[in-house]
């Protein structure tokens, strides 16, 4: 294992501190699966410069025969993750 020091912000310091005391992890076994979980969601072959994101073009969406889950699923395909 490499030991290493990085630098983050007070205010997300805090808020990982706090986040790591609620799961009973240690800071560095939170910063690792954070890690781990950046490596999972962006695997190493898909990065923007070879997958580059463009709208749908409407001929190829077929707009009318789509229900809304559809246009959803499709409108956030290409998207960056969201969490709540």
């Known amino acids: 294992m490499t030991k290493t020091q990085i630098q983050v912000p007070e205010e997300l310091f805090r ?3 706090a986040f790591a005391k609620r799961r009973e992890w240690s ?3 939170t ?3 954070g890690a781990e979980l ?3 969601v962006y695997p190493a072959d898909i990065t923007p410069a070879t997958k580059a994101w463009h709208p749908p073009k ?3 969406v077929g707009w009318k ?3 809304a889950e559809e246009l959803r699923d499709i409108a956030f395909e290409d998207a960056e993750p969201r969490w709540s």
């Open 15 to 17: 808020d990982l501190k």
């Open 31 to 33: 910063f690792r699966r």
């Open 38 to 40: 950046l490596l999972e």
């Open 27 to 29: 800071l560095a076994e």
């Open 58 to 60: 409407s001929k190829e």
């Open 65 to 67: 025969g789509l229900n």
